[in-house]
């Protein structure tokens, strides 16, 4: 079963709006943490921001958010006034740590941001 | 902090040959990760370190994959007669593990592997 979804293959949007990029994941562990990383055409793999399973308050790391809804499973990333330098792929990630220590990613989503 | 270095940063092989891959982790961090990335998907966890001992295997990890980690320092990940399918980009991090779950993997910049 597929434990990390990012529904959108590709997103754009336009300078200086605002984006949501979507994420749902599925576990039975009640600890576990949720990550977004950035990667530029470049190869590097960008940590964004991170939530955990028990922070009462979202996320928040300069223009990126993290819209946590716990009871429905999803974690989307808020890019605000997006700047032509987010064009990247955004991968989510989800780190259950019962018995092992590893990141499992979604497929990502590609956002193109245009002038 | 250097960040997380990986060498080659390309490597291009015959099927059959032997390759290996170098990481050097951030030098207060005890955790190194292994990733594999193809095109159009997200990373694959390979196999993990915390200091010189490995921790967990991927069934990804063919018996044709060893990864060591000698000394708790750098690592190396060694494919042995390589196929075609091992085309990918191999992607290493390292994280200073607290026992929290938010402590972040930091990667390097990857090697991309093309077996022709």
């Known amino acids: ?115 | 902090d250097t960040g997380v270095s990986q060498n080659p940063r390309h490597k291009i092989t015959k099927r059959g040959q032997n390759v290996t891959f170098r990481c050097d982790p951030i030098s207060e961090h005890n955790r190194l990760y292994w990733y594999r990335q193809t095109l159009g998907q997200g990373p694959e966890f390979l196999t993990y370190f915390q200091n010189e001992a490995q921790l967990e295997k991927s069934r990804l990890l063919s018996d044709r994959f060893s990864a060591e980690r000698p000394k708790g320092s750098f690592s190396t990940l060694e494919i042995q007669r390589t196929e075609q399918g091992d085309s990918a980009m191999y992607l290493c991090a390292s994280s200073l593990w607290d026992k929290s779950y938010n402590s972040p993997l930091h990667f390097g910049n990857g090697t991309r592997l093309t077996v022709t």
């Open chain 1, 1 to 115: 079963a597929q434990k990390i979804t990012q529904t959108q293959p590709g997103m754009f949007v336009q300078e200086k709006e605002a984006v949501t990029l979507d994420c749902t994941y599925d576990t039975s562990d009640p600890s576990y943490g949720l990550f977004w990383y950035k990667q530029p055409s470049s190869g590097e793999m960008i940590f964004l921001i991170y939530q955990g399973s028990y922070d009462q308050q979202n996320a928040t790391e300069g223009r990126y958010s993290l819209n946590f809804q716990k009871a429905r499973k999803s974690a989307n990333l808020v890019i605000s006034a997006s700047q032509l330098g987010d064009s990247a792929m955004y991968f989510c990630a989800m780190r259950e740590l019962r018995n092992t220590d590893k990141l499992i990613f979604g497929t990502g989503t590609r956002l193109q941001v245009f002038p």
